[in-house]
């Protein structure tokens, strides 16, 4: 999957809508629990692709790549 700029800012800007994280950003989820889908599968949608996303990225270790997105988010900066 090619991650693209606009998915790492969806990624730090999208709260997740339901379930045990309800209300926290994507970007904030835990490792575990993004296995959690990759293990029983993903939601259909534009939140499946963001969590499948952000999986890969923390499986690889690459969080620091969301950071600058982060600080964009927080400035309200797109």
């Known amino acids: 999957m090619e ?8 990624m730090v ?3 997740m809508p339901y379930g045990q994280y309800e ?5 904030n989820l ?4 993004l296995a ?6 993903y ?10 996303a952000l999986y890969e990225i923390k499986q690889e270790g690459s969080e620091h790549l969301l950071e600058p997105f ?7 900066i797109k």
């Open 70 to 76: 982060k600080a964009r988010a927080l400035s309200g």
């Open 36 to 41: 959690g889908f990759n293990s029983i599968g």
């Open 13 to 15: 800007s999208t709260k």
């Open 3 to 10: 991650v693209t700029r606009q998915l790492m800012l969806e």
């Open 23 to 27: 209300s926290i950003l994507l970007c």
């Open 43 to 52: 939601p259909n949608g534009k939140l499946g692709i963001l969590l499948q």
């Open 30 to 33: 835990p490792v575990s629990y």
